[in-house]
């Protein structure tokens, strides 16, 4: 076992040094430091999944060092725009956030333990500095779903490789996929947001479906081996929503009444349920989902520790105990109590909610629901303008976040991968709001490609052709289209096509104009 485990670790260092190596050559136009969006996810993710230095101590000064070191370049490229000019980062983060962050580094000075709380505070803030240098790449861009699929299959042919050449590493002592991480939770959870980020390459590559299609079952094989219970139930939420989504926008009217029929039919079972037993159907239900998935209704002692985190809570209500304070691994911490009434230390209430009511009273809480509610409103906008594919994949990823929590900590967990993407996933939103509607992938062909519309002096349509490009119709009141810089269309195309023949009707061919919204 230890040689195996030493051999994966030499393995992740030669890797690391290979990408530092890489993203440092001069002639490496696609991976160098400057290319940020293109390398960014990979160093995330491979600091999380692969067994560099002491995993199991997040303090270790090899950690320290690598997360440091991302979070200094990230510094730097925050002060880079899209076009490479130096510029402050002025308005790329909402506000809730902000105040939130801010919360957690003022919480630092009623910590127990101020030392440790302020590195793992400054984490938090190194995590934000990797979510503004990602926007501010293209903040026209979904940058996070462009950037995401190519490291997250990577390290997924990785974890699946371990388990052929080193299953003793890759199994744990109860036959459960850990792979390269530490815990068979680790990589159920980032199965599933491998599966996320495969179906946002489905939605964005058409001729690619049949591959994004085999590399969705590789994603699912990987999950069930893991046996992560709420990894499973994660993904069974999202799958379902995805079809119901795909029903509503892609099935026309048939697809809402399959949608709507099965809703009814589902309400009918739960009345018929109740009424024929006088019970409502959740026990059963819940005792059928501990079958499945080998648990008991303590959740491998989960309900023990909730009752004494619980307990906890209660000693500073408002405020909280002080980000990372609770869990440090001190001799005299505050969760020595816990430790010695269940036994173990589980380093984690194994419950986000919980911890960052711990951590940050309920005053954290409620900037945490705000931050939640800002960015679920703001898919609800994406949707409603109709960019339905971006809208659909950053809802995944928030109800990931909202599922996975009731049982593992990952809110404000410093580096924890599924907080490094929500934190990433609630910016690249707060950025695609502020600019106009592109073309989405879900649209009807025969809705993107509708023919130009004539457009005569005296039609009751205005259409202008200048910097931003807008196609306004009184009756309609679509926005055409935004462009926001000369790489996208050259001065002539900007004033359009001239008329010689001074006909009184007139097609604008560059740019398109169409009066369905979409370019």
């Not at 333990?113 to 926007?135: D, F």
Request: glycine share 10%; net charge neutral.
């Amino acid at each position: 076992m230890s040689q195996y485990q030493n051999v994966l670790m030499v393995l992740g260092v030669l890797l690391l040094l290979a990408g530092l190596i890489g993203v440092a050559l001069p002639g490496s136009s696609q991976w160098r430091i400057a290319r940020f969006r293109n390398w960014a996810l990979f160093a995330v993710l491979a600091m999380n999944l692969l067994p560099l230095g002491d995993v199991e101590a997040e303090g270790s000064i090899w950690r320290q060092a690598m997360w440091g070191g991302l979070f200094l370049v990230a510094g730097v490229h925050c002060l880079r725009d899209s076009d490479g000019l130096l510029s402050l980062p002025r308005g790329h983060v909402p506000l809730t956030l902000v105040l939130l962050v801010g919360y957690v580094l003022a919480s630092t000075a009623w910590s127990p333990n101020a030392g440790v709380s302020l590195k793992r505070a400054t984490q938090v803030v190194g995590v934000l500095l990797i979510a503004v240098a990602l926007i501010r790449q293209s903040r026209q861009e979904d940058v996070l779903f462009q950037s995401l699929p190519a490291p997250a299959l990577a390290f997924l042919v990785v974890g699946l490789v371990s388990m052929i050449f080193a299953p003793e590493v890759a199994f744990d002592s109860d036959g459960a996929l850990r792979a390269t991480t530490t815990h068979k939770n680790t990589w159920g959870q980032y199965s599933v947001l491998a599966a996320i980020s495969v179906g946002g390459l489905a939605l964005r590559e058409k001729p690619r479906r049949s591959l994004c299609a085999f590399a969705l079952a590789l994603c699912v094989l990987s999950l069930l081996l893991s046996r992560s219970a709420t990894s499973m139930v994660c993904m069974g939420v999202l799958a379902c929503c995805a079809a119901f989504g795909l029903l509503v926008v892609c099935g026309g009217v048939p697809g809402r009444i399959g949608v709507l029929i099965s809703i009814l039919a589902g309400i009918v079972g739960l009345l018929g349920s109740t009424l024929a037993t006088g019970d409502l159907p959740f026990a059963s239900l819940e005792d059928s989902f501990y079958r499945f998935s080998g648990k008991t209704q303590v959740l491998t002692g989960r309900t023990y520790l909730w009752d004494c985190m619980i307990d906890e809570i209660r000693r500073h209500p408002l405020f909280g105990i002080g980000y990372g304070g609770f869990w440090a691994q001190a001799a005299e911490n505050p969760s020595r109590d816990v430790t010695k009434w269940l036994h173990w230390s589980p380093g984690q209430a194994h419950n986000g909610y919980l911890d960052v009511v711990n951590e940050l009273g309920m005053f954290g809480a409620a900037l945490m629901f705000l931050v939640f509610a800002g960015h679920a409103a703001r898919i609800a906008s994406l949707w409603r303008r109709g960019t339905y594919a971006p809208a659909a994949l950053h809802l995944a990823v928030l109800l990931g976040a909202v599922i996975i929590n009731y049982a593992e900590s990952s809110l404000l967990r410093t580096t924890n991968i599924w907080w490094i993407i929500l934190c990433c996933s609630i910016v690249s939103v707060y950025n695609m709001c502020k600019v106009a509607p592109t073309e989405d992938p879900l649209k009807d062909d025969d809705e993107r490609t509708t023919p130009a519309r004539e457009v005569t002096p005296n039609s009751n349509s205005k259409c202008e052709v200048g910097v931003a490009h807008t196609c306004i119709s009184p009756t309609s009141g679509l926005n055409a289209g935004f462009f926001g810089g000369d790489e996208h269309a050259s001065s002539h195309d900007r004033r359009g096509p001239s008329n010689p023949a001074g006909s009184p009707s007139v097609r604008d061919n560059s740019p398109r104009c169409w009066m369905n919204g979409s370019l």
